[in-house]
């Protein structure tokens, strides 16, 4: 269940970050570099997202660490969005808005099962 809620948490954080292509978050953010900056700022967040699924499947006592870097993550989209920067006329589609919950709520999911791993390890 843990791996499940890992991938469905990674998942939804990955089309919310398609999504911010779309919305040219380099320009909602002020990030330096514009496109490439964006993409290479990915760079790192994808290897970790590939690196912390690898890791939870090779390495059985990373899964707590793992699980709450990933399930806290879950909660950056709607901090940065809705509650930081908080722009109306960005991110503010249905889909958007069911994918930034979304990934509250898988990445609660993952930090419980993480947490549960971790008691019953």
Same mark, same amino acid.
């Given at each position: 269940? !843990?791996? #499940?809620?890992? *991938? !469905?948490?990674?998942?939804?954080? $990955? $089309?919310?970050?398609?999504?911010?292509?779309?919305?040219?978050?380099?320009?909602?953010?002020?990030? /330096?570099? %514009?496109?490439?900056?964006?993409? !290479? $700022?990915?760079?790192?967040?994808?290897?970790? @997202?590939? @690196?912390? #699924?690898?890791?939870?499947?090779?390495?059985?006592?990373?899964?707590?660490?793992? =699980?709450?870097?990933?399930?806290? =993550?879950?909660?950056? /989209?709607? #901090?940065?969005? %809705? *509650?930081? *920067?908080?722009? &109306?006329?960005?991110?503010?589609?249905?889909? =958007? &808005?069911?994918?930034?919950?979304?990934?509250? #709520? =898988?990445?609660?999911? !993952?930090?419980?099962?993480?947490? *549960?791993?971790?008691?019953?390890?």
């Amino acid at each position: 269940m !843990l791996i #499940f809620f890992y *991938v !469905l948490t990674v998942s939804l954080l $990955l $089309l919310h970050e398609i999504e911010s292509s779309y919305e040219k978050e380099w320009e909602i953010l002020n990030l /330096p570099g %514009k496109i490439t900056g964006f993409l !290479l $700022l990915h760079i790192p967040i994808i290897f970790i @997202f590939f @690196f912390g #699924f690898y890791c939870i499947v090779q390495y059985p006592n990373m899964k707590f660490i793992i =699980s709450l870097i990933i399930g806290i =993550s879950g909660f950056i /989209p709607f #901090f940065v969005h %809705k *509650v930081i *920067v908080n722009k &109306k006329e960005c991110f503010n589609k249905h889909i =958007s &808005k069911i994918i930034i919950i979304g990934s509250i #709520f =898988s990445g609660i999911g !993952l930090i419980i099962l993480g947490i *549960v791993e971790k008691i019953y390890a």
